[in-house]
């Protein structure tokens, strides 16, 4: 699986692409391949706060549950719509399917967090296990 | 023992298969100091004519061939034989949970039929597969709303079944849940004002009881209109679901939480019986319980699953909207057969022979003890007062095989001489004037006995 | 099928639509009796209150509704019709006689609030079954009240609670093993206590050196279910009770799995301060499609100030009755005093059992899931060699090598004329295929089952797609789950 370069990649499978101090969340192929099909999407309201590492919302398949950890604090601006009534679309396009949006607290929280060639390497070894 | 399938031969059998030579062998693994060297102390092994025996003596302790009077969240309605026919089928009624989709078809489609049913008559837009009964459905339901709202407070009718509220009290203790009670009014119906000032921004939920503990139809209309003007979520217990034939259901109330007993459960002592929980379905996320839904299969046919299980405990485990796993899914089966025999037509006709055979009594047991609540609709329930403890009436009553109405001073002392009735289908017209003769003859000699010490004093 | 069986061929079931479809107005399965009072002006008495329509209530015929239910039926499998092997389930036989004696008229049409003088028979019946359940389990004193074994989790862990209030501190978290049922955690969320997880050791059971470290005066209890989801005893469990204990805390045992104890060994002889049984799992009350079940909660003598209320007493002239005042009650948990129907239906199961008919069947199950073992264990991984006590748990591990996996086999056994077993559960052992035959199981039917289940390893190896698609003789094959979870349809509404 190529992982696109534009963006960095945490090891809970989130991805984050930044443009200036706002960025865009979304969630890997690969998570989205290990979660299945996925049925309901929870995400937070505009105006909420993200903190690094913390949950902010879930991803659901018909019989799991997975929570949502932001790589990067800031405020949300924008929350894909599009997701409360296709959750499919994460399954078709997890790349290009964001989730939220949001204004970089401190934008140098994304050097802590992976490249895509570290990001692949990470997740060839979780699926060796 | 006549439920073991296993000769001697069979077992000394499988246990060569094994490698065993004795069959207390299998229970090496548990540590000798704690292994039982005695019988259990439990009743002998009895034949099947001696256990019915027995349980037939228990039956004629306990009020076997009495006539009732009593109601109070659980209803004496006539049982259509067809119910306990069909529950019967071992398909039905040795059946697990419909986890297996496949194999559970006749399971899920008569539960998705009974989550129709129950929204058709509650005016919601879904409702789940059943909780335990109306007590725990009510107040899950009231969780369900501080969940919704953020919100903690919760504002609960002093004419709520006093049983329901001890058990939200128990499950709000540790939730860090205030609740707050409001009283009612001379109609028996939640006194508004005191409500208003009750609820604020605050406020997660109102619990209201609509036919009230009193049998009184509350004005639900008005209390959501408070609730709502508060960003609070009105939820509405429901213990008689009969009168949903010929009351209209609380149209604005964002959750009903309600007791289905009425439609052909046993009364049987207090349970089982089949609470529910309908509600929008913007809500539908926070719900507790099952949920049938409906989906095809990979030739595209129509078939059912047990559906939005992310919800539950078996997947959220600590996060999950409640820990209900078991709930009463043969009690639903027989509240399903129940609303579907009598449909449409026959549950409003059901209801208005109730009605009338409550005003019917109200009005005779109001010519002699002093009728409460008299100016609010009652469904098949009514208070009266009487001059003499209603324990002491009841007590005579017994003496004609017949159980007078709840006395109310356990729950509601203020009420003092007052007691609970119920009449329903089955109540016969015979029964209700024995009822209301035994009570106008304990007020006349209340009255005479007070004459006569009016008598004494005016001679001294 | 390639293997044929021995059990089960295909059979005609009949189609039938919602019931809603078969309706239409006019019809009807009803009659009242004619009204014996005068009859009431509706608009008068309820004024704006009155509901003029019931919406799309279905109208059908008497043999309509007998033909509907009936149709429904034919289609699930059942206990009466055979194995139903799911594990922590306990799926046994459910007598008849016990259906018989809940309808007895007295028992049946008893009202909750009937006064004590006339509710002596079911005041009885409940003292009887808890006399019963305190010998079985080995403990001081029961409620009845609890309608299921969730509700009795919740209701036990608030006794714990308010045990601890009344030392002065109610802690904060309980202790949960990672193979425990899901209720634990939901449980102890409900009462507000934190959930830590307790790993298992290599032989499936309590890592005591896990539990010496974690605990500590924060922790109100352990959650423990024995045996185990893994069908283990925990043989350490006399040091497991003593290291909660010396720390004040508390052992709470899920009764889930009770049927491997019965007669055998007694829970408060091996330091369980607290428990609920299932009594639609050990004590036979018909499991009925998902309900309704039974959860009473046994204690020590400890805990008893904190029963709730009312809780049966002897009262001075012998007669029985309830008390309501007690003051350190956590109060009630439901309404009246629990599912009382299934009361008198594992009252008489005891019964019928007496002393040496309980402790049978638990050797019976025991052995079962032993045998069960035995003939299995060369064609299934066995995460865990430990002794089996009433379930055994292999995984899907040699299987998944070609693709398939536990959900897929036992899909398959519904062709071979089974119900499952038990999928992906224990959390602990990936692939889990968890498998509890009960002592209901003759031995033919016994080796029916692993002659099934042999017969599927080698379609596995020889042709998985055929174990892939499965089932192949249901009247709906695998139903799309995802699509019924992404767009809800909960209700039928007329035109779809």
């Given at each position: 699986?190529?992982?696109p370069?534009d ?7 989130e991805?984050i692409?930044a443009?200036?101090?706002t ?7 690969y998570?989205q391949?290990s979660?299945?099909d996925?049925?309901?999407v929870?995400?937070p ?7 690094a590492?913390?949950?902010f919302?879930t ?8 929570d ?12 894909n ?9 994460v399954?078709?396009?997890p ?5 939220v ?7 140098s ?8 060639a570290?990001y692949?390497?990470?997740?060839a070894?979780?699926?060796?296990h | 023992m006549r439920?073991l399938?296993k ?18 062998e ?6 000798a100091?704690y292994?039982?060297s005695?019988?259990?102390?439990v009743p ?8 019915v025996?027995?349980f037939k ?18 209803y004496?309605?006539?049982?259509p ?16 949970t ?11 489609q008569?539960?998705?039929?009974f989550?129709?049913?129950i929204?058709e008559?509650?005016?919601?837009e879904?409702a789940n597969?059943s909780?335990?009964?109306?007590s725990?459905?009510?107040a ?5 709303a501080?969940r ?6 919760v ?15 128990t ?7 205030p609740?707050?009670?409001?009283g ?8 508004l004002?005191?409500l208003?000032k009750a609820?604020?921004?605050?406020t ?9 503990f009193?049998?009184t139809?509350?004005?639900?209309d008005?209390?959501?209109?408070i609730a ?12 008689e ?8 259901p609380p149209?604005?109330?964002d ?5 289905a ?7 049987a002592?207090?349970g089982p019986y089949?609470g ?10 926070q719900m507790?319980g099952?949920?049938?839904g ?15 299980a992310?919800r539950?405990q ?6 999950a909207t ?8 043969l009690?639903?089966?027989?509240v399903n ?8 037509a026959?549950l409003?006709?059901?209801a ?5 055979k409550t005003a019917?009594?109200?009005e ?16 098949n329930?009514f ?11 009841n007590s ?20 003092g001489?007052a ?10 017209r015979?029964a ?6 035994l009570v ?7 009255r ?11 001679a001294? | ?6 059990k ?7 189609n039938e639509?919602?019931?809603?479809e078969?309706?239409?107005a ?10 014996d009072?005068?009859?009431v ?5 309820l004024?704006s209150?009155e ?8 109208e ?7 033909r509907?239910?009936?149709?429904l039926?034919t289609?699930n499998?059942a ?9 922590s ?5 459910n007598?008849?006689?016990?259906e ?5 008229e007295?028992?049946?049409d008893?009202?909750?609030?009937q006064?004590?003088?006339?509710s002596q ?6 003292q ?19 309608a ?32 425990a049922h899901?209720t ?9 206590y ?6 298992s ?27 185990n989801?893994l ?20 052992l709470y045992?899920?009764?889930?799995n009770m ?5 055998k060994v ?9 428990m609920?049984l299932?009594?639609h799992k050990?004590?036979?009350?018909p499991h ?8 009473p ?12 209320t009312p809780?049966?007493?002897?009262k001075?002239d ?6 309501y ?5 956590v109060?009630?948990v439901?309404?009246?005093?629990g599912?009382f129907?299934?009361?008198v ?5 005891i019964m ?5 008919g309980l ?5 019976d199950a ?6 069960m ?14 002794p089996?006590m ?7 591990k040699?299987?998944?090598?070609n693709g ?8 398959r ?6 119900h499952?077993y038990t999928?992906?559960?224990p959390?602990?052992v990936p692939?889990?295929m968890m ?9 033919e039917?016994?080796?029916l089952f692993?002659?099934?289940m042999?017969?599927?390893a080698?379609e ?16 709906v094959?695998?139903?799309?789950e995802t ?6 349809v909960l ?6």
């Open positions: 699986m190529a992982y370069i963006r960095k990649y945490t090891k809970e499978h991805w692409q443009t200036g101090t960025a865009a969340i979304g969630i890997t192929a998570a391949e979660l299945g996925i049925v309901f929870e995400l309201k505009v105006g909420a706060e993200l903190s590492g913390k949950t919302g991803v659901e398949s018909a019989k799991a549950v997975s949502l950890y932001a790589p990067a604090s800031g405020t949300v601006t924008e929350v719509g599009d997701l409360a009534t296709s959750p499919e679309k399954n078709k396009d790349n290009g399917s964001w989730m949006k949001i204004t970089l607290k401190n934008p929280e994304l050097g802590a967090l992976l490249s895509a570290d692949e390497k990470f997740v070894e979780e699926a060796g | 439920y399938p000769s001697p031969a069979d077992r000394e059998a499988m246990l060569k298969a094994i490698g065993l030579r004795s069959l207390d299998l229970f090496a693994p548990i540590p100091e292994r039982l005695r019988d259990l102390k002998r092994q009895m034949a099947e004519s001696e256990i025996e027995w003596e228990r039956s004629r302790e306990n009020g076997e061939g009495y006539t009732s009077f009593l109601g109070a969240g659980a004496f309605h006539y049982r034989v067809v119910i306990d026919s069909l529950i019967s089928r071992g398909e039905f009624l040795t059946a697990y419909p986890y297996q989709a496949e194999i559970s078809q006749g399971t899920l008569s539960i998705f039929e989550q129709t049913m929204c008559l509650t005016g919601m879904v597969a909780m335990y009964d109306g725990t459905a009510a899950e339901a009231v969780m369900m501080v919704l709202t953020g919100r903690r407070s504002v609960v009718a002093r004419s709520l079944h006093p049983e329901y509220r001890e058990v939200l009290t499950y709000a203790t540790h939730q860090g849940m609740l707050a009670v409001v009612f009014g001379d109609d028996g119906r939640v006194n004002e005191e208003a609820v604020s921004g605050e997660a939920c109102l619990l209201i009881q609509s036919p009230n009193f049998g139809i509350e004005d639900a008005a209390i959501a209109e709502h003007k508060n960003g609070a979520m009105l939820v509405v217990s429901i213990a679901a009969l009168s949903l034939g010929i009351v209209e149209r604005h109330a959750v009903i939480a309600m007791e007993q009425s439609f052909g459960v046993p009364v002592f207090g089949c529910v929980i309908a509600t929008r379905e913007k809500f539908v996320r507790p099952r949920l049938v409906q989906t095809t299969d990979k030739q595209g046919k129509r078939g059912f699953v047990l559906t939005l992310t539950e078996h997947i959220r485990r600590e996060k409640s820990n209900i796993c078991t709930n009463q899914a009690v639903a089966l027989m057969i129940f609303m579907t025999i009598y449909g449409k026959g409003r006709e059901l208005k022979q109730n009605l009338a019917y009594a109200a005779q047991f109001g010519k002699q003890g002093k009728l409460l609540f008299t100016g609010a609709p009652r469904f329930e208070v009266v007062a009487t001059s003499e403890d209603p324990y002491a009436i005579r009553l017994l003496g004609h095989k017949t159980v007078g109405g709840l006395p109310l001073k356990k729950f509601f002392p203020e009420l001489n007691a609970l009735w119920c009449c329903t289908e089955m109540t016969t015979t209700i004037d024995t009822a209301v003769g106008a003859e304990s007020e006349s000699s209340v005479s006995l007070k004459r006569e010490a009016d008598v004494e004093e005016v001294r | 099928m390639k293997h044929m069986t021995r089960a061929t295909r059979h005609v079931n009949q639509g919602l019931i809603f078969k309706s239409s006019g019809k009807g399965a009803w009659k009242l009796p004619p009204l009072v005068p009859e002006d509706t608009k008068k008495l004024g209150s509901r003029k329509d019931l919406g799309n209530m279905p059908v015929s008497e043999i309509e509704i007998i509907h239910f009936t149709r039926s289609w499998y206990i009466d019709l055979g194995m139903y092997p799911l594990g389930c306990t799926m046994k036989y007598p008849r006689v016990n018989h004696v809940a309808r007895v007295g028992l049946a008893g009202h909750p609030y006064p004590e003088k006339v028979g079911a005041l009885r019946i409940l009887t079954l808890s006399e019963c359940l305190i010998d079985i389990t080995g403990m001081d004193a029961i409620t009845l009240q609890p299921a074994g969730a509700h009795g989790e919740m209701t036990g862990l608030l006794m714990v609670r308010a045990y601890h209030q009344s030392k002065g501190n109610a802690r904060k978290k309980i202790l949960i093993p990672d193979s899901g634990n955690p939901a449980t102890a969320a409900m009462v507000n934190a959930v830590e997880n307790l790993k050791d290599a032989r499936g059971m309590v890592d005591v050196a896990a539990l010496e470290s974690q605990m500590n005066e924060d922790v109100a209890a352990l959650m423990l279910t024995n045996p989801t069908g283990v005893f925990e043989q350490q469990i006399h040091k497991i009770a003593d290291i909660l204990h010396a720390k004040g805390g508390l045992m899920d009764g889930a049927n491997a104890l019965v007669g007694r829970p408060g002889d091996f330091g369980v301060d607290v609920h299932n009594l050990t004590f036979s009350t009925g499609g998902g309900g309704p079940g039974s959860g909660v046994a204690i020590k003598k400890s805990l008893e100030p904190f029963l709730p809780v049966v007493i002897a001075p012998g007669t029985l009755g309830f008390e005042n007690r003051p350190k009650s109060g009630r439901r309404a009246f005093y599912n129907g299934m009361f239906r594992a009252l008489a199961y019928a059992n007496g002393p040496d402790r049978q069947t638990t050797e025991v052995l079962n899931a032993n045998y073992r035995k003939g299995l264990e060369a064609t299934y991984d066995l995460p865990y060699s430990t089996t009433h379930e055994v748990v292999f995984s899907d040699l299987q998944a090598k398939v996996r536990t959900m897929d086999i036992a899909k056994l519904i062709d071979y004329g089974f499952p999928t992906a559960f959390l602990i692939g889990a498998i509890e035959p009960t002592e209901s199981e003759s031995k039917e016994m080796d692993i002659e099934a042999t017969s599927i080698e596995v190896q020889e042709d998985p797609q055929l174990v892939l698609d499965a089932p192949h003789s249901t009247r094959s695998r139903l799309d699509a019924a979870a992404r767009k809800p209700r039928w509404k007329p035109g779809n």
